[in-house]
């Protein structure tokens, strides 16, 4: 197998893996089930991913824009993150390895601290040095953006993990805008 072929087989594995833990969970899935989906051998994901577990981290490999969100005027902040959560709330689910690391968590003690450790790092984080850098002393910052993380995972759990029906897309972006916003003002 050349080189060009084995990527893409090992993206076909990832997409089938996101798709199945997403849906199913980690402890429901398995090497085999992810194989027969992806139209491979349970042995080559053991070969690309280690087994199981390779192949869960491999497939939970989480990269999100914020950058965009976290420019501009503070008075434009809810507007500018409301649009971004919705967009990847409204892609296609079973391919978000956010919403898997989300579903398994309870499961999954290190899914658990791979989602914290990645809103840490790329949520709360950002957030708090935007906030700061707009003014806001340190501390008050760090408060409002941990009532913005804590509010928009909430959201984020109930909309996507216990009732995935997301509703009108504008209307979902208008209020999660709005409410993000108060809590950005304070």
């Given at each position: ?177 709005a409410t993000i916003q108060r809590l950005a003002d304070g």
């Open positions: 197998m050349n080189v060009r072929n084995a990527a893409a087989t090992q993206q076909r594995i990832l997409e089938h893996a996101r798709r199945l833990f997403a849906r199913d969970g980690f402890t429901a899935i398995t090497v085999k089930a992810v194989a027969d989906a992806a139209g491979v051998s349970p042995n080559l994901i053991t070969r690309y991913f280690g087994g199981k577990d390779g192949l869960f981290l491999a497939a939970t490999q989480v990269e999100i824009p914020v950058v965009d969100s976290f420019s501009g005027d503070l008075s434009g902040l809810g507007s500018r993150l409301a649009a971004s959560i919705v967009e990847r709330w409204s892609g296609e689910s079973g391919q978000d390895p956010l919403l898997v690391l989300q579903r398994a968590s309870g499961e999954r003690p290190e899914a658990a601290e791979a989602l914290a450790a990645f809103l840490d790092a790329h949520s709360l984080e950002p957030l708090h040095r935007y906030l700061r850098d707009s003014g806001l002393d340190d501390t008050d910052a760090r408060h409002r953006a941990a009532a913005i993380d804590a509010f928009v995972l909430g959201v984020s759990t109930r909309r996507r993990v216990l009732r995935p029906e997301l509703g009108d897309a504008a209307d979902l972006q208008a209020w999660l805008g």
